[in-house]
């Protein structure tokens, strides 16, 4: 039996479980991770020069999550609402 799921919707679970369980998800936390477990080729560089999760995760996290997690600007990270 084949997988379907893709890589970038188990990291957008493995995000909305963290911060289910957690309250909230710092940027940093989340970048280190996909780093980490799935490499470089999830991430990309802004223009600014910050380091971002790809397009495909977070599109995948926003139809996860639902509306249920919100983002905080100032503080770069994802909270529970």
Partial sequence: MTDSITTEQRIAEWMVEQIKNQGTLKQEDAI????????????????????SL???IKKAFRKHHA???AWDRDGFFWAWT
């Fill in 67 to 69: 509306g249920r997690v």
């Fill in 32 to 51: 280190a991770y996909v780093r980490a477990e799935y490499g470089e080729e999830y991430l990309f560089t802004s223009e600014s020069g910050n380091v």
């Fill in 54 to 56: 790809s397009k495909e």
